[in-house]
């Protein structure tokens, strides 16, 4: 039964555990003062050409959000987010709980648009009986495996710009939506064209970890208490120093992506030949193919893998993801089957 | 520079990185449904004698607070704690941030008596108008480096009982604690005298990671929401499991603990043979000497360490912690360095 | 220019007035322990048939839905709303700011029904990723003038129990509700099918004040802790015993609630007559008439009232409220304006 | 049974009744907007020198306190108080509830000193791990009948600046502290020296209300939303405008005061003649006479009244306290009852 529920079934890439054994014994200081940490934000700050950049290492996406959140927003303040974004559809209230509401808009691929923003911002406007928009909440690449255009971005941060937003971009699956084939933006671009972003390790490679990363000091000025007192300070920080050094060292961080995507691609290219369509377009590792039930059962003997949305009596989109780990013989063997099974339900 | 200030300076103990390595590859499902976590539970379950204990992970000892005091407490409840307990003196305010006062309770040694509680809910009596105290939050070993004794917790529980507290043990360095000298309490003892608990990995061999042990099913209800709200649900649960696993097969939680504690209890031995005296009696792998504060000054030139607190205008207490990693050769010539010192300063 | 914008612009009813003088320089004990309360809680649990009801008082709505959602749902537990709801719409997050998702339900009328709570429930079976639905929160008369009917009210409490949810009335108008041409539920109704709700005071005669009441002692367990933790418990607590008292003494506060209903119904003839149609159907005493812009605009010249949603291109609906202080005759005057208005429009 | 257990245990002074009374059918708007709102604001502003600044009108001290403790603090900052501070010691944990810890200093008469602040700041060092201290409140009067000298508030404010911290200051019994006979503080000197502070309208003839006055625009920006979100908006605004515009017309608030203080000072001058002493220096209308248990027993066969803290086996400190209502006929009896009482008991 092989797995393509998802991007964290493995451990770690084997460069990082490596890297853990050989560093092991050295001594270092706690809470994210070490050398390697040290060393790792040096890394991702050359690659962004901002010198100044204030970096953290957290263990998870839903402890990054709700941390950068919390950070950001004073009691009154609401995020704007797409309703299947992360932090409203799979984090258990975690916004709420901090104490801020997030404001859903309908989107087409998991896509926030700045007239989505200006429509909220209009809707919002009976001061003091509803919440203060504050800021926006986008993924890239999203929870339905689409990317944002650099178009697109600078549109939405021009609008937060105007009507003074914060614009968070959830990066948990940042290497994926940067080497996409349709790709466009840089990490200089994310960088620049948001306020604070993160660059997701976990399910990139790493046994844990994501990297957030402010635009400027005063954006991120006692973001260490907040971090400690939400319980994201870990200890050992050196094992997230070690791991983000190791990813942005030759490239490893987007080669992973790459490698990822690729196979993703193989697999879509093959159900485009077989005639199926896709509920959002297939563009990263995260494919969601639109399938029929009979296929999806059989299938389902051989593979793990989400049914997503029901589209028909017969038919439903399946999520199938690929990683850095997918075995690409296995991933072939994925095809085969589907080819020889939808065939059969072609004969019937 | 050799580094005495914490217990976390090194990564993981060789064994655990062993297993991580040998099980990288292997898909499993994620937030904590994969088979070292569910391995893991049976081994704890099995030292405490509680087959149905609902066991969960969690990365570190600020958050397995937060989570667990969140989780039991409602809003208008306080939690007691000694004044130098972890919650109150280094976690950033995080049990407020969750909304509950910390009732403090002056301490000797860091401990918390039955007395001091029966003090607390006797202030806290006119009601609505003073929060009502819920829980009773201990350390063992204490942030002080001292431990309960049987007789001591089981008034502590008796008292808990008598006015419907819940008795929380933050066991960050339980390890320690329980393979102490004077130590008469066993895992199983800690598990029946309390309603909730936690097993430290990251000061005692892990890369990170507590394991947070219920009592029962009934206390840790709906557990798992609050885990995912606080962002303390990892998507690759195994690699808390791989660690929780390793440590408790073999004895090697105790053994690690064991050999921490030794090394302390080295340096203890030989400060006692030069006269020096103890902020706290050294009991675990923490030590508070009072030592000269010129010793300290020359001290510190060869190795790291906390001051601890000021005694008077010419000595101070220092923090000496001990790990499963010290290497023994230099606590050894830590030992011979004091000794030099301390003649040298008795000379002048 | 006169006020129709809502049901507070003036103060209280003249009863309650002399009863505040007649009472003024008796001394009471504070926080809701005077006689006034006491015996404005038995007026109120005579009503409802429940000797033992928890009754507590407070100053306004968006208080009483905080402190209940407070006191009853744990930190990942959710409560369902209409989106027109009062909790979601016009109280600048309140709720979340305790804590808490509001799930919204897209309604006919401000209504939930017993299908959109089933809908939810469905919609959230990805534990622990998702919040859990554990609370209805229903407004009777709702935010858009209309009510529930006894048969819809006990499929709600069916569906409710069911699922294991709380049932929350928001009785901010609920005297209007009652007191409908087409209600067929009382209140000792709504304390049946609910397990807490509110009688609205500040809407319906009082300066100020809501009374919540709960259907059993446990429901309540602890409310006053949250009361006072909440800032909502008033030192003269009298100045709300008084009120209900008043209003619960020869069925003053139906009775205020009928002639607002009267006054309401009145003009929604006139309208009705005039041909014009309207957003919800006028029940109580908030109309939602649909009129041309341009009689809108020369009715805003002697009036005040909102402009409540664009219908399309030349008309717009708008929101009338009377209340039991509304003089009659403007509300006559108003009608032959609207008239003449509108007769006037159509001559164009 | 004459009750000397607080000073809000009659309505409101007969002035306020009469001008809810006349103004009653008036339409105004609702949420504060109204015209009494705004006059009130300008006759405190015209008290205070300050014509900018922003203020607010609430229900109660408490809900005084967690507005402006939740609307200045960032989540990991921490508020100064005594320990005998209202917000530590009678508001069921409402500032820990909205995320903040209170951090405490042992007192000498309820009052702060700037060595107080600065011990606090010292203690907080250890950054990220501790609370950062941002804030310090005071009470004046203290909840122990004491004032502040101009003097000493300058000293806190100086400190308070050379910290950054904002000084908000409780006025629930300001009237009482700024017509003590010993008080050299001015209404615009309470203005200048802090940065926020609020006048107790509850305990100085008003049925209900504190006004909330900030210092510059700056510090109170999108208080509104605050005051909204926390349940304090009350849709009659106008029962707080009149009140306080009231309280401000012909001085009617610190002529209010000065008679509880002159009581008071009666009550205090004749127990100083029979030989007791005092917990505090009695300065206002509160008193902690120490008074044998003896008396004590018999005094609360004819009059009610707090024991306030043992003193010793044979006596105890009680509070009574006075207000604008204070009957003084009655007052007079007391005294008497008390020497005749303290006569009989020497006399055994």
């Known amino acids: 039964m092989y797995n393509f529920k998802n991007d964290y079934a493995e451990g770690a890439h084997p460069l990082i555990l490596e890297q853990l054994f050989s560093s092991n014994l050295v001594q270092e200081l706690g809470y994210g003062e070490d050398h390697y940490s040290k060393n790792a934000k040096e890394a991702i700050r050359g690659q962004i050409n901002n010198p100044e950049a204030p970096i953290y290492f957290v263990s998870g996406g839903t402890q990054a959000n709700l941390l950068v959140i919390s950070h950001l927003l004073r009691p009154h ?6 309703k ?14 901090i104490g801020h509401r997030i404001i859903t808009v309908d989107s087409v691929n998991g896509k926030v648009t700045a007239s989505d923003v200006a429509a909220v911002i209009a809707a919002h406007q009976l001061r003091p009986h509803v ?4 800021m926006l909440y986008i993924s890239n690449s999203t929870e339905l495996g689409t990317i944002y255009r650099k178009d697109e ?5 021009a609008i937060c710009r105007q009507h003074d937003l914060f614009l968070f971009l959830d990066g948990a699956r940042l290497g994926h939506a940067l080497t996409a084939k349709d790709n466009d933006l840089s990490l200089a671009d994310i960088a620049s064209y948001t306020d604070v972003f993160y660059i997701g390790g976990t399910k990139n490679g790493a046994l844990l970890g994501e990297a957030i990363v402010f635009r400027t000091a005063d954006l991120a000025e006692d973001f260490d208490y907040i971090l400690k007192q939400k319980g994201a300070l870990l200890a050992k ?6 791991q983000f050094l190791t990813l942005f060292t030759d490239d ?13 691609q193989q697999i879509a290219d093959r159900l485009i030949a077989l005639g199926f369509s896709f509920l959002t377009p297939p563009q990263t590792n995260q494919l969601f193919p639109i399938l029929p039930r009979k296929v999806i059962d059989q299938l389902l003997a ?5 049914i997503w949305t029901e589209i028909d009596e017969t038919h439903a989109a399946v999520r199938i993801i690929t990683s850095w780990a997918t075995d690409e013989t296995l991933a072939a063997n994925f095809c085969k089957d589907l080819e020889i099974l939808s065939e059969n339900e072609r004969k019937r």
């Open 84 to 97: 299947t974004g992360h932090i409203y559809a799979n984090e258990t209230g975690a916004i709420e709980a």
């Open 302 to 306: 051989k593979y793990a893998f989400y």
């Open 77 to 82: 303040e609401a995020v704007i987010s797409a």
């Open 153 to 157: 971005l600078m549109a939405l941060h």
């Open 237 to 242: 920080g050196r094992i997230l120093g070690i």
């Open 252 to 264: 490893l961080y987007f080669n992973l992506a790459k490698k990822a995507n690729r196979c993703a």
């Open 131 to 134: 919440v203060k928009p504050k």
